[in-house]
């Protein structure tokens, strides 16, 4: 595995940096600490906010618009897809099985198994916590690959697979296994002092909505995960 790294002399990363785009798709990169899209609790700037107004030109009353086909955690950077009419959008979803997410993430301490699936049935609580459970009736089924790429004194860093996708799927899998994702608020160590999560959807493959062509692309993994390893 190859990866690309944001280039030290950008300054700031972008909130959302486009990657690839025709009359049916958008790929792009967003940046750690953007929503993919508003919530009843959150309304803020979003990564669909941008891209709607990018695609209106800053026309307020343009019916052009984007539309959402997957979504990445807030603190999760990487990349994301937006169909530009719902038909693509359909299409995508309905072949999301057949898509392939690979992400970078860096854990605390190293892992036995250098190679290994995770799975389980995952499930949230009334506190907005997603756990394994034994309970096959509640939970849905999840499976997460990883293997190590390298290792330093304290940190390992993996590629993980997403072979299903479910909410914050790759951070409990990781911490239920004793090697919480660096930076996780919320599944990690307490006394982490990593602001940063260090989770980056670095790679998706997938056809096209309309022509069928096998698409791949990569978003250059953020530099603070690099200067965890060093």
């Not at 539309?67 to 719902?86: C, M, P, Q, W, Y």
Request: glycine share 6%; aromatic share 8%.
């Amino acid at each position: 595995m190859k990866m690309r790294k944001e280039s030290a002399g950008r300054g700031h990363q972008r909130p959302v940096e486009i990657l690839f785009e025709d009359r049916d798709i958008l790929v792009v990169n967003k940046a750690p600490g953007l929503l993919t899209m508003a919530t009843e609790r959150d309304r803020e700037r979003t990564a669909y906010s941008i891209m709607t107004d990018y695609v209106r030109k800053g026309c307020s009353k343009s019916r052009n618009r984007v539309f959402i086909v997957h979504r990445l955690d807030r603190e999760t950077s990487g990349i994301l897809i937006f169909a530009k009419n719902e038909d693509a959008k359909f299409t995508l979803q309905n072949n999301w099985d057949e898509t392939t997410k690979t992400y970078i993430a860096v854990v605390h301490g190293r892992l036995p198994h250098k190679a290994d699936t995770i799975t389980s049935f995952l499930t949230e609580n009334k506190a907005f916590i997603v756990y394994s459970t034994p309970n096959h009736s509640i939970g849905k089924l999840s499976r997460t690959a990883y293997k190590v790429i390298k290792e330093s004194g304290r940190f390992s860093l993996l590629e993980v697979n997403l072979l299903t996708g479910r909410k914050h799927q790759i951070r409990v899998h990781l911490s239920e296994i004793g090697n919480p994702v660096v930076g996780d608020a919320k599944y990690g160590l307490k006394n982490d002092r990593n602001k940063h999560l260090a989770l980056h959807a670095w790679s998706i493959s997938f056809k096209h909505p309309y022509t069928g062509k096998q698409l791949s692309f990569e978003a250059p993994v953020p530099d603070y995960i690099d200067w965890l390893l060093r």
